[in-house]
């Protein structure tokens, strides 16, 4: 498995944008696909976007595409996700997730480590 490490997160207001990061530790980072999803309140945890061991691919749920954009580098074990024209709807702990393959998966049973998560907030 792999540990993972989230940061950037934080309150902003609607409009605004956010780069969240995940350092990776204990394996071979650039082996493996990596994911974000988020849980809201009261809701279950929902994948957001997820990108291939090599960054070639990436594929977003439809309520982020166009927003947001996750990239990584592998040279640094680290994936971010550049948050533009936030909404209070996205307002959610972050998770990252490592997959256990190297293509993109949106299958929360593809991903077997998980980050602590980081709290977005997004005022209107």
């Known amino acids: 498995q792999v540990q993972l490490v989230e940061s950037g997160g934080g309150l902003v207001q609607a409009g605004a944008s956010l780069r969240l990061s995940c350092a990776a530790s204990g394996r071979t980072f650039s082996s493996h696909a990596m994911g974000w999803f988020r849980q809201a309140p009261g809701q279950e945890r929902a994948f957001e976007a997820t990108i291939s061991w090599s960054g070639g691919s990436t594929y977003y749920a439809d309520s982020v595409k166009g927003r947001f954009t996750l990239s990584r580098d592998n040279a640094k074990n680290t994936v971010y996700l550049q948050m533009t024209s936030l909404i209070p709807e996205d307002t959610a702990v972050y998770y990252c997730?490592?997959?256990?393959?190297?293509?993109?998966?949106?299958?929360?049973?593809?991903?077997?480590?998980w980050g602590q998560g980081t709290q977005v907030s997004v005022s209107s």
């Open positions: 997730a490592s997959a256990r393959y190297f293509r993109v998966t949106m299958r929360t049973d593809e991903y077997d480590s």
